[in-house]
Nanobody
Framework: QVQLVESGGGLVQPGGSLRLSCAASTSIFSILAMGWYRQAPGKQRELVAVISSGGITNYSDSVKGRFTIYRDNAKKTVYLQMNSLKPEDTAVYYC?????????WGQGTQVTVSS
């Protein structure tokens, strides 16, 4: 079973930045698309960013222009650079495959945007 370990969350003021990391324990990481999800209190988990195996990216409208997803295949790690953070970005952030055969969820990393 693939293990996903997210890190990098924290408390940040509105307008601030954070970089999240997610390490995946799979030898085929480089050929898989990866995504970042988030789940805010009382809301369903939503997919906010996707990166293909070839580096093509896609974002939800809510984060487009502020978040950047990228990957390091040698480290089997996917990142989410989050800039211009807003209070509505507060959520637990998870990585996983963006569709199809989703792996078991990791513990996630909490991002709180508040003054």
């Amino acid at each position: 079973q693939v293990q996903l370990v997210e890190s990098g969350g924290g408390l940040v003021q509105p307008g601030g930045s954070l970089r999240l990391s997610c390490a995946a324990s799979t030898s085929i990481f480089s050929i898989l698309a990866m995504g970042w999800y988030r789940q805010a209190p009382g809301k369903q988990r939503e997919l906010v960013a996707v990166i293909s195996s070839g580096g093509i990216t896609n974002y939800s409208d809510s984060v487009k222009g502020r978040f950047t997803i990228y990957r390091d295949n040698a480290k089997k790690t996917v990142y989410l650079q989050m800039n211009s953070l807003k209070p509505e970005d507060t959520a637990v952030y998870y990585c996983n495959r963006p569709g199809g055969s989703i792996w078991s969820w990791g513990q996630g990393t909490q991002v709180t945007v508040s003054s």
